[in-house]
């Protein structure tokens, strides 16, 4: 099965710029998760969704964070506007949701705030 | 949310069993102990999952014991595409894919 897409692999911007990732999951997985992985740090729970619904987001920084899950495939995560303490790794993962199904991980897409 | 505790690195050689303990004393009665391994450049991979004694697959081996506050994931004689670093994860993935929390994980450096 092909696994989870991300997109760019890398983004270096300026701060107080606006940035979005992209990511597909897995076809049929209907649980979708983006992580922020700090460097030297294990990954951190952005926000969770169950299909196209907000599961939960409680450690999402609202006010420059945000994500969308349209259609209950796709999502895409926006940063506005970039501070440098958001240079990290954003990691998109997903799964069928049920049960004790595992999380897939994509290669997420490695932002660098100058 | 059980919190989890491991050895932040450890060293070994080709050819050794390396068993990496995880403690979690707080772990729930619906929670699920779910090993990861990362290597540097890529998302965390999913290695290995269990409730309660011994699960093992192709790849490594969990023990568990019978009060759940620890787990120990066994890989046996590695090799040096072993070093990455391993996560161990405790939630309860039926309630929606549960809310799984990652730790600081262990560094595994595997020597010649």
């Known amino acids: 099965e092909a696994g989870v897409a991300q997109s760019p692999r890398y983004k270096i911007i300026e701060k107080r710029q606006s940035v979005a990732f992209w990511c597909n999951p897995i076809?049929?997985?209907?649980?979708l998760y983006w992580y922020q992985q700090i460097l030297g740090q294990g990954p951190k729970l952005l926000i969770q969704f169950q299909n196209n619904g907000v599961v939960d987001d409680s450690q999402l920084p609202k006010d420059r964070f945000s994500a969308e899950r349209l259609k209950g495939v796709d999502s895409t995560l926006k940063i506005q506007p970039a501070k440098l303490e958001d240079s990290a790794v954003y990691l998109c993962?997903?799964?069928?949701?049920?049960?004790?199904?595992?999380?897939?991980f994509g290669n997420g897409t490695r932002l660098t705030v100058t | 949310l059980a919190k989890t505790t491991q050895p932040i690195s450890m060293d070994s050689y080709e050819g050794q069993e390396v068993n990496i303990t995880c403690s979690h004393n707080n772990i729930a009665t619906n929670d699920y102990i779910t090993w990861y391994q990362q290597f540097p450049s890529q998302g965390p991979r999913f290695i290995i999952q269990?409730?309660?004694t011994k699960v093992t697959n192709e790849v490594a081996s969990l023990f568990i014991p019978a009060d759940r506050k620890s787990s120990t994931l066994s890989l046996p004689r590695v090799s040096l595409s072993d070093t990455a670093v391993y996560y161990c994860?405790?939630?309860?993935?039926?309630?929606?894919?549960?809310?799984?929390?990652f730790g600081q994980g262990t560094e595994l450096s595997v020597k010649p």
């Open positions: 269990g409730y309660k």
């Open positions: 993962a997903s799964s069928l949701g049920q049960g004790n199904s595992p999380l897939h």
């Open positions: 994860l405790v939630g309860d993935l039926y309630n929606q894919g549960g809310k799984l929390i």
């Open positions: 076809s049929g997985h209907a649980t």
